[in-house]
């Protein structure tokens, strides 16, 4: 494959992060990476032409985030966070447990989900279920997430594990990612489609005590949530969580830390057109960005 013909190529001697994602959302992962550890290289790659990943299959789901995930590895990247909810939920565990060991024993991939959940929990990184104290007294916590997240149960499994006591709410929202795909985040229309999911959430007899943006697309309508949620409602954004949960893990496995270059250097692809996405990402993270073409392909099984 190819390499990207990036300007200031990274020294063999290093490897970048690889973040990922179906679309845009990833950005806002990327963005609190960023500013929580600047010293790294970052590579961004959003299957843009594929977005969204909400409603496709486990399958689908995999053979697409595997095909991702192969590619940074080609690009340079020993470690990769899946920045993707439905890729973290339907592909994650695959991918570590089968495709790492078998294809690339030496690289390692991470998701969103076992972070948001702890945090979600009000647990610390690393919680292990039966020796951690839970958090608080029985309550109930939610999370908004794509159809595929919420179809997978990710979140109320390592929930029950985690923190049993608690009750979860989950609600899809599938008109969501559309919105922030298109631009469509402020306004009348977007706060209608908003409302409508947070309704069955937000209710008096069972508010929730924290809310987690399930998706990493969902931050970028932040203004218009805080809103629309009750002010008692702790709003978690999985940014700063998978930031300070991924410092962490690096001091806990410093031989995979030892191998990041340090250049503070940001690159982008898409599998779309790079204009369109350098436009259209240039204004969600508020500065310009270059980006270029990722094409994918198919992993041999």
Sequence with gaps: MRRLAMAGRLPSAGAMIGVFDSGFGGLTVLASLAKALPQYDYLFLADSARAPYGARSFEVVHEYTREAVSWLFDEGCTLVVLACNTASARALRTIQQRDLPARWPDRRVLGVVRPSVEALAGLPPGAIPGETPPSDAAGVVAVLGTEGTIASDSYGIELRKLAPQLRLVQQACPMWVPLVEAGEIEGEGPEWFLKRSLAPVLRPDCMPQRLLLGCTHYPLLLPSLRRLVPEGVEILSQGEIVASRLAQWMQRHPE??????????????????????????????????????????PVGD
């Design 256 to 297: 995979q830390e030892a191998r990041l270059s340090r250049g503070g250097r940001r690159h982008f692809a898409t599998t779309d057109d790079p204009a369109w996405f350098a436009a259209r990402g240039g204004r969600l993270l508020g500065h310009a960005l270059v980006a270029e073409r990722a094409r994918l392909r």
